[in-house]
């Protein structure tokens, strides 16, 4: 005889809300998951084209609302959400403010527990979406704080945790299916690298993982701030690896190893210093624009070197990459020059070797960045 204990067998109700918001998220991944992919051409690399692709057109505002979808839907396929439980997670902005949004359209209440030192404008951004900022002086202590409140009956979605399990890398409309669907009628349809930064792991795992699925011949490059514990982990496959020095960059180069950083599938990782990063940042506007974060500017230094080095073997071919989240949120930070003098980042010798590439093909950063 089975015995059941007692609240534990979920009722009528409860299976009908389950499925209910589990349709919500369907329907929201039909409308949203092929984001625009962009593409330019610089005359110092002929014969190479490069792409981005926009995940900050996502209504959240950045890459982390398809993991703040998966999160959701990994909750609620496991029985751990139930409706009118409140959602808790650790997190910098991005992820925060897209479980946030998801948060109002299944009508949950959620709580982002944060460093206090996040840029002031993603804060706003949670808030306006109607969730909550616990925030912590010391950024070390987040997910202890999450766990918190996951005691107190909230659910924790973790998204370092979870990040690279959560998402169905084999397809189910991923950024990785996303993007070589939309390759398909391109003058170089499988291209030579993809590159991604890496916060929770996620991203990288699920492109990696495609790829091979896929048996594609694309390599994948993770560009990571210089010092960041992705870098020095992949380098000695140290899964105890700690970053060498803090990054401005939010997002990426995280202080430890998080459990979705897997080493082993990829094929090459790029260290970027904050100042390339930023520099990057404000040359994406000028080419597309509109303003991204730094991590897509992290992302734009790995495209141009590994560039110059298909170009020195006369090589031609594409090169994918994404635009992360939108700038508008780094507007008192990275796009404000009295911030950047407090911080000692000075953009003019970045500059000069950016325009330098995208004109020559040359890579020659600052004898003294």
């Known amino acids: 005889m089975t015995v059941t204990p007692p609240g534990a067998e979920p009722t009528e109700g409860a299976r009908a809300w389950n499925q209910q918001a589990i349709a919500r998220l369907e329907r929201e991944a039909a409308r949203s ?14 014969g190479i084209d490069f792409y981005f692709k926009d995940e900050a057109a996502h209504a959240s505002g950045s890459l982390k609302h398809r993991l703040a979808r998966s999160l959701y839907l990994y909750a609620l396929c496991n029985g751990r959400l139930r409706e009118g439980q409140a959602v808790v997670d650790a997190s910098s902005g991005s992820t925060a403010i897209s479980e946030a949004w998801f948060a109002g359209l299944l009508g949950l209440s ?29 950024p070390a202590r987040v997910h202890a704080r999450a766990l918190e409140h996951a005691a107190g009956g909230a659910c924790h979605l973790d998204q370092f945790g979870l990040a690279e399990r959560a998402t169905d890398w084999r397809g189910n409309n991923n950024i ?22 890496a916060g929770t792991g996620g991203t990288s795992a699920t492109i ?22 992705y870098a020095e982990g992949w380098r000695r496959r140290d899964r105890d690896a700690r970053a060498t020095r803090p990054t401005l960059i939010e997002g990426i180069g995280r202080p430890a190893v998080e459990p979705g950083f897997l080493f082993e599938i990829a094929d090459r990782v790029c260290e970027i210093d904050d100042a390339a990063s930023i520099s990057a940042a404000w040359l994406l506007e000028s080419l ?82």
């Open 33 to 46: 998951a092929d984001t625009h992919l962009l593409h330019l051409s610089f005359a110092g690399f002929p």
């Open 110 to 138: 959620f709580t982002a527990v944060m460093p206090a030192c996040t840029s002031p404008a993603k804060i706003r951004d949670v808030r306006a979406l109607g969730g909550h900022c616990d925030l912590v002086a010391n």
């Open 176 to 197: 990785a299916e996303s993007i070589v669907g939309q390759m398909r009628l391109e003058a170089y349809p499988e291209p030579r690298w993809i590159v991604c930064g």
């Open 208 to 229: 990696g993982r495609y790829l091979r699925y896929r048996r594609l011949g694309t390599r994948m490059c993770v560009a990571e701030p210089r010092g960041g514990a």
């Open 288 to 369: 597309l624009g509109r303003r991204y974060g730094g991590s897509s500017g992290t992302n734009l230094i790995a495209c141009l070197q590994l560039a110059a080095e298909m170009r020195e073997r006369a090589e031609t071919g594409s090169i994918v990459t994404l635009l992360c989240d939108r700038g508008e949120r780094y507007a008192e930070t990275l796009f404000d020059a009295d911030w950047l003098g407090a911080h000692g980042i000075a953009l003019g010798p970045w500059r000069d070797t950016l325009r330098l590439a995208i004109d020559s093909g040359e890579w020659k950063p600052p004898e003294d960045p």
